[in-house]
Structure formats: C-alpha cells, structure tokens
C-alpha cells in the first residue's frame, strides 16, 4: 500500500503559507474588483492599496466560520451543518448568499437551498473557499473534495461553482505533495467532469500555456471559450486563475497577471496566492510581499459568532491539529511524523482523485438522509415550489441497508387542505439491499398556500426502533398580475391605461393573474418575439414599516411604482444580475408600510428577448425577508 510521508514542520509551514498567500493575492486584487468585467486589461504589479492586515475579505472569513463549524460539529461536517453558520454567523447577502440564505429561512435545506431560485449558481461565491478542505485534507484531495462538496452545495448546488470549488481544493490539496503547476491542473481537471463549462475554461488555460502563447492571449481565449458580462462568472475566472498559475514567475507575478486578467480580481488573485503559497510554505514566500501585510487575521462587521484567531500562527495552529485528526481518522495514504517522504505522491494523489468522481452523479434537487435501518431520500421532482391548482411531483425513496428483509411504512403528511395522491400511507417491502421509489403529488389552491409550507415523511419499519420523520418543505410562488402588450409608442414616457391602476388595491379591469415559480418576471412568451410594453401588478404584505431594497434587474428598461407613486426607473441599460443589493441601474430604496403593499412594474422590450426579475430585500443587510406574503392577493 503506498504512502506518503509529511513532516509536521513542513506541514505546518505550508498552512502558513496558505493564509499568508490568501491574504496577499485578495488585498491585491481587492480594489480592482468591479461588478461587470471589461475588455480592457488592468496593469497592476504591486498593491493598489496597502492596508496592514490585509483587506476584510468574503475570501478567508467565512473559512474561518467553516473552521467554528469544525470544532464545534466534529470531523463528520455535513451541508447541513454548514447551512446553520450561515445563519449564524454571516450578516452579508452578496449574489448567491443572499439568495440561499432566503432558501433556508423558508425551510429548504441543502442542497435544495442552493439549487432553488438561485441565478448565481455559477458564480465565485464557493470556490474562494476551498482552502480550509485542502489544508485539513493535505494530500488528500478526495476528503477535500468531499468537504468542498458539501460546502459548495449549500449556495451552488445544480451550477458550476461546485465544480469550481472541487477542482481549488483538489490542486490545493496536492500541492502538499508536488510543485509541479502543470501537474497540479492537471490533476485538479481529472477530479471535474471534462464537459463541463469550468474544466474547458480552465483546459484552454493549459493548453495556451503548453503551446507557447503568450499569457495576454491566453486570457482572449478563455474569453472565447467562457465569456460572461458579470465579473463573478466563476467558470472565466477560473479560467484566468490557471494563467495567473501558471504564468507566474514567481508568487507576486502570478497573482498580479491572475489580477490583470480582470474580472473577480480579490478571488483570482487570492486563490494563486493560497496556491503559491502552499507550493513554497511560509519559509519560501517573498517577504516584500507578506511582510507588509503582518500576521493579523482580519475580519468584516459581517461575521458574527465565532472565535477569530488572533493571528495567522493561531490559525496555521489550529487547522492542522484538525488535519491531523483528519488524516488519521479517513481513509489517506498521508502520514504526519518528523521526516518527509513524497517518492509515493503522484501515485497517491491520483488514486485518491479517482474516489472523487462519486460526486458527479448527484442530484441538485435530492435529500438524501441516513436512517440507519434504511436509507430515505426525497427528490423534488418538480422542484420545491408549489403554485395555485398546479400539482407539483416529488418521490421518495428508500433503501434498505440491512442484510434481511424489511417491511413497513411511508406515510406523507401535508399542510392544510392540500390534495395528496396517491394516499398519503403506502405500505412496502424491502428484500435485503432492495430499493423503492414511490412517486406523489401535491396540489393546493391560492387560499392554502403560504410562503413556507412544511411537511413531513415518516418511514416506519415493522418490529424496528422508530425513525426520525424526514422534512418535507415547499415553499409558495410569486402572484403577479399582467397587462396587455401595447406596441407603440415605444416609450417608457409613453402613458398607457394600466398606470390609472397604480395604486389600485382591487383586480381591476384587463389584468390577468399569473403565479411564477422564482423571482424572474417570465414576461418574454406575452410579447410573441416583437417589441413592446408590458405592465405587472404585485402585492407584498408586511407585518411592519420597514426600510428595503426594491429591484427590477433586467437587460431592458422599466419603471417602478410603490403604493401609487412612480419611485425609479432604470438609468442605463446593463446585463441581467438579479441579487438583492443592486446592480447600479434598476434598484432603489423605498418603504413598505405596514399591511398590504401594491407595486407596479412597466417593462419595455426592444429588439432582444426581454429577461427581468424582481426582488426585494432588507436595506440594511440585504437580506430577503420571509415574513412579506408575495404569494397570494389581497382579495385571495
């Protein structure tokens, strides 16, 4: 059997250099970071802005509640766990986070929470965090893939961005082992399926590399192969990070032609530097690059909750006590001791990679839960959103896990008046290792849905201890109403009858009442491929007065209204980015009163198919807020 053998001291030194490197490439690339990316290249090769400590980043400090999450929950760390530190401990609602964080509120769990009503799934929100895997799972990389997994599933599920996480963890997890760049990609590409949209980003990379172009060119053809307008795309990024990797003539050139690439320039850089700097150690990094910044772990008001290391020492502490733990405990050919032995690594590396495509084939829309006489899972067949007189389909299934045959029960309850089919008991039999999947239905009108609608499934097993009752959860749709299309004048100054009902608190005349399964506005169908204006009534209910942030995201333009009175209007066209804190054109503070809130929206479509959302959030924080009622009308 091989092995590998690390020293301590030399562990321990490449931890350091993992933060030390982190810090470094995000407060490099920090002040770059722009919402959209551009075509022009930055041209930056020492710090923008040189702040002792480094700048507060999303980068490292949620690794760092991922690392509260270790010390209080065990080795045994699940998406589960991590859903409750986001709740916990993180204030901010960047893109995904925000989007997720709505999800759990409301009763989904991950990775359902990831996958629903979520457009930032292939965004940089989880492969900037891969460091904290890699570093407990040195030489490892198929524990730091699994680890990554359930991190990335939380806020990603279904999108790139879980590839993107894998495949940071899976090179950052090697390179405790070997240097060599070109075969740390290369080992991070076996570990991600080879169609998907971040390893061809990050193949082009490689192959620009090896055939000699020059690293500018590199970038343009990774632009050609993954090109997106909104700067967080994680799989261009990724893409960029590799040049930035392998381009590199040493650490402060590689993050710097990483952060010249543009795009999410605090994560490209950041992740070359975790990269370098777990290649060279702490000993190996260039001290005009790392001194500057010192040792202090420095942190944002928006994390909460948790013990903060007092400096990096503490931190590279910390994380390998839990690595050794790690190491120990799961099934690695790594042994910590006093010398260093890596004559076995490449063949150790790739066999541990091999276990990590066991994650390629999972569903973002299923949970999976371990009951130990059996194992259940519900899987949202429709998804997890239930709309008014629309049955919505999900199964579930259940494995025995016993070596003899057992028998029982899958009961479903279901809230209110909702019409379950087939009958919510259905009995079955399991041979050894033998499986069922029983499929049902839910449907419910407009009166007996609400935001959050929880239910359960009982797996009950004759002559068997009893079983926890799984969650089984929908959440409500958005009711809307929708005008005609009017075709001329092509104006958003153009006055057309639907604004006399602006701030009408009845159906109204002309209105018809449509329910959508997520925060886009599917308006394009109503204007058959041909320019024109469309209007939409919605109607929020809020328990208080409250401060929020109002948005329309959309890549045309429109209007807004608030209880009659017009409040914004877009200022610039820019691309579609639907989160919650704005996107420079198409949101707006406002006030929602207590008791029912009625909002207009006017959208005008010119030549290019129509793609709007609407959202609405805290203005503090940024937070979606699942307390309003959006799914269903007041006279409903």
């Not at 965090?129 to 198929?142: D, F, Q």
């Not at 320019?531 to 929020?548: D, Q």
Request: contains cysteine.
């Amino acid at each position: 059997m091989p092995i590998v053998k690390l020293s301590k001291e030399k562990y321990y030194d490449k931890v350091y250099g993992c933060w030390l490197g982190k810090n470094a490439g995000g407060t490099l690339g920090a002040p770059l970071e722009r919402i959209w990316g551009q075509e022009e290249m930055f041209d930056v090769w020492w710090y923008p802005k040189l702040v002792e400590g480094g700048v507060p980043n999303d980068d490292l400090e949620i690794q760092l509640v991922w690392l509260q999450a270790l010390k209080d929950r065990g080795l045994h760390l699940t998406a589960r766990d991590l859903a409750e530190y986001w709740l916990d401990c993180i204030l901010y609602n960047y893109d995904e986070y925000g989007l997720h964080k709505t999800n759990l509120k409301k009763g989904l769990q991950p990775p359902v929470s990831g996958w629903y009503n979520n457009w930032f799934k292939d965004c940089m929100g989880s492969p900037i965090r891969s460091e904290i895997w890699a570093c407990i799972a040195p030489g490892a990389p198929h524990i730091a893939a699994w680890y990554a997994y359930q991190d990335a599933i939380c806020d990603h599920a279904g999108g790139e961005s879980v590839y993107g996480e894998v495949f940071n963890a899976v090179v950052e997890s090697s390179a405790f082992l070997i240097e060599d760049r070109v075969e740390l990609v290369e080992i991070g590409l076996s570990a991600i399926p080879e169609n998907c949209l971040t390893s061809k980003a990050v193949r082009t990379a490689l192959r620009a590399y090896l055939s000699g172009l020059d690293w500018r060119e590199a970038r343009e053809k990774v632009k050609e192969v993954a090109y997106s307008p909104v700067a967080q795309y994680s799989p261009i990024n990724l893409g960029f990070q590799t040049i930035g990797l392998l381009y590199g003539e040493d650490f402060g050139d590689a993050m710097c032609k990483a952060v010249n690439c543009g795009w999410d320039t605090d994560c490209t850089g950041a992740t070359v530097g975790a990269i370098w700097g777990i290649i060279a150690g702490r000993k190996g990094l260039p001290r005009e690059w790392v001194e500057p910044l010192g040792d202090k772990v420095v942190v944002s008001k928006g994390i909460r909750n948790i013990h903060v290391p007092a400096d990096l020492n503490e931190l590279t502490r910390d994380v390998c006590r839990i690595g050794e733990k790690v190491l120990s405990f799961f099934d690695t050919r790594v042994r910590l001791g006093q010398v260093d032995d890596l004559s076995m690594a490449e063949t150790v590396l790739r066999g541990s990679v091999e276990r990590v495509k066991e994650l390629w084939g999972r569903e973002p829309n299923r949970l999976d839960f371990d009951l130990v006489a059996v194992k259940a899972s519900i899987v949202y067949l429709d998804g997890p959103v239930l709309l008014p007189g629309k049955p919505s389909m999900f199964s579930v299934i259940v494995e025995n896990t016993r070596p003899v045959p057992v028998s029982g029960t899958v009961t479903v309850q279901t809230p209110g008046k909702w019409v379950l089919n087939p009958s919510r008991t259905q009995r079955i039999r399991l041979p050894a290792g033998g499986r069922v999947e029983l499929k049902f239905s839910v449907t419910a009108s407009v009166n007996d849905i609400n935001t959050s609608n929880r239910g359960t499934v009982e797996v009950s097993l004759d002559g068997r201890p009893g079983l926890l009752r799984l969650p089984l959860c929908f959440v409500g749709g958005f009711r809307w109403l929708v005008s005609e299309v009017f075709r001329a004048p092509l104006s958003l100054d153009a006055c057309f009858p639907p604004e006399e009902d602006a701030g009408l608190m009845e159906p109204g005349e002309g209105w018809r009442v449509v329910s959508w399964p997520e925060n886009t506005l599917e308006v394009e169908p109503f204007f058959e491929g041909k320019p024109g204006i469309v209007y939409l009534r919605h109607f929020i209910y809020s328990p208080e007065t409250r401060r929020v942030v109002l948005g329309v995201p959309n890549n045309g333009r429109m209007r807004l209204w608030l209880n009659g009175e017009m409040i914004h209007e877009t200022h610039r066209v820019v691309p579609l980015r639907p989160n919650y804190g704005g996107d420079g054109s198409n949101y707006t503070t406002a006030v929602l009163k207590r008791g029912w809130n009625h909002v207009m929206v006017k959208l005008l479509r010119s030549r290019e198919p129509l793609e709007a959302h609407f959202t609405v959030a805290d203005a503090e924080w940024h937070g979606g807020m699942v307390d309003l009622i959006r799914c269903k009308l007041p006279w409903e």
